[in-house]
């Protein structure tokens, strides 16, 4: 970085501090654009004064999203679930946290993000909404730079836990899920199942065709017809690859 790049950033730093909140949020918003991570440390400790609670708290989560600096990871979690020390968190906040967990792409907030949607469909008593849709894109974010958490996840004793991420690799479309997807057509969530089945279609890999022919003889009903959609959808990839003749499944 150069040296007038370097002087704006300390401006910027100095204007952090400034009483008025529309010069702080303007210092800000320029750190996160400025892209220097000498400035993660600084808007870190700047999130957790109280006078910056509200908007210039989730311009902070924002800027750090930007910066892209794994060590803002520790602290948007715990926004995540409310406070820092004595300085609690907006909804606001906790739906930036999010994104900007996604942005950064660290795969420590992959189980936190899973025990915080958890959590939250507790207490809405809903799984579904917007909120959840931001959620559900981060970890995909997530998972297409880090899969191996996913996997492991789909062997979790929480079936929220296994039932999410397998709704996150039916979203992302990993080639190397297909061993994990195929194992979870036996889970004993049938949601779970029927994420597997879906995916696997999806990704039109011929490894899944004798696993989704067992599903076809599954207890639950709508298992079944996940499992035979995602036949359909990798006997016809593989009779267009091959140029076989490859009759029709019978439904």
Do not use: C
């Amino acid at each position: 970085m150069g040296l007038w790049e370097g002087f704006r950033v300390q401006k910027h730093l100095r204007a952090m501090g400034d009483r008025d909140p529309k010069i702080r949020i303007d210092a800000i918003d320029a750190l996160g654009e400025e892209g220097d991570v000498r400035a993660v440390e600084p808007l870190i400790q700047a999130m957790q004064k109280p006078e910056n609670a509200g908007i210039p708290q989730a311009r902070i989560i924002i800027a750090l999203g930007k910066l892209q600096d794994p060590r803002a990871t520790g602290i948007l979690l715990k926004v995540l679930f409310g406070r820092v020390d004595t300085v609690p968190f907006s909804e606001m906040a906790q739906a930036r946290a999010v994104e900007s967990l996604g942005k950064i792409g660290d795969e420590r907030a992959i189980r936190p993000l899973f025990l915080f949607m958890k959590k939250r469909s507790e207490r809405e008593g809903t799984f579904e909404g917007d909120y959840f849709s931001r959620i559900r894109e981060t970890l995909g974010r997530l998972a297409e730079k880090h899969p191996a958490p996913f996997y492991e996840a789909m062997r979790d004793l929480d079936d929220y836990t296994r039932a999410e991420a397998s709704r996150v690799l039916r979203r992302v479309l990993i080639p190397e899920s297909v061993t994990a997807l195929a194992e979870a057509l036996n889970d004993v969530n049938y949601v779970v199942r029927i994420n597997a089945a879906e995916a696997l279609g999806l990704l039109h890999d011929p490894r899944a065709i004798e696993p989704l022919q067992k599903a076809l003889k599954d207890v639950n009903r709508d298992v079944r017809s996940a499992a035979r959609h995602a036949l359909e959808q990798v006997e016809g990839s593989a009779r267009h690859s091959l140029g076989e003749t490859i009759p029709p499944r019978e439904k």
